[in-house]
Each structure stands twice: as structure tokens, then as C-alpha cells.
Nanobody, 120 residues
Framework: QVVLVESGGGSVQAGGSLRLTCAAS?????MGWFRQSPGKEREGIAS???????DYADSVEGRFTISKDNDKNTLVLQMNSLKPEDTAIYYC?????????????????WGQGTQVTVSS
């Protein structure tokens, strides 16, 4: 059982930045960030493997950066140039085998989420 706890959400104006962190009880093969906007399905936006391979959704590529601190078992999502459409609840998740953020069912472990609100 992997326990995940997100923090760092908040409100920011468009063009601003936020840094989300996810404290993990342990790191497994793949860690990812996901988000869910009101009225929309949850979507994956970024992932990072044990060997530091990263992958991003087109909607966040070039603006968001996923990273991890192995010593502190912390997953980070640095979000820059935020847009109102980035408003969502953000979740971190973990997978012990596969690493495809497009397939949410591959991730059995989830945090409780943290709210990000971007105003125009």
C-alpha cells in the first residue's frame, strides 16, 4: 500500500506559478500527476519513472515540470504560465508496474487531491 498526500494548491492569477508536492510513503515504478476539472473526467498530465523518464500531456508540455526527490520520497509538479483552463483538483498517483498516464486504471494508489484555481 502506497500512501500519497498532496499539498501546495491554491489560487493564482493567469500567468502565475504554483508548486505542488506529493509526499509518498515509498516510490514505486511510476509516479504521475492527474487533474479533474468541474464537469470533466480525470485526466493524466505528467509521469516520471523510477529511472527519471518523464512524459507530458500536450496541454502542459513546456509549462509544467515533474520531478522527484528520492531522499525525501517527494514528487513535485512545478506549474508555470498557468491558464484559467488549468483550474482543477490535482492528484498524484503511483503505479508499481506500468507508466502510462493516459491510462488511469494502471494507477492503483491515489492521493486525496489539492485544489488549483487560476483566475483570468
Amino acid at each position: 500500500q502506497v500512501v500519497l498526500v498532496e499539498s501546495g494548491g491554491g489560487s493564482v492569477q493567469a500567468g502565475g506559478s504554483l508548486r505542488l508536492t506529493c509526499a509518498a510513503s515509498e516510490f514505486v515504478e511510476c509516479m504521475g500527476w492527474f487533474r479533474q476539472s468541474p464537469g470533466k473526467e480525470r485526466e493524466g498530465i505528467a509521469s516520471i519513472t523510477r529511472t527519471w523518464t518523464t512524459d507530458y500531456a500536450d496541454s502542459v508540455e513546456g509549462r509544467f515540470t515533474i520531478s522527484k526527490d528520492n531522499d525525501k520520497n517527494t514528487l513535485v509538479l512545478q506549474m508555470n504560465s498557468l491558464k484559467p483552463e488549468d483550474t482543477a483538483i490535482y492528484y498524484c498517483a503511483a503505479s508499481g508496474r506500468y507508466c502510462n498516464y493516459r491510462r488511469l486504471s494502471d494507477f492503483p494508489y491515489w492521493g486525496q487531491g489539492t485544489q488549483v484555481t487560476v483566475s483570468s
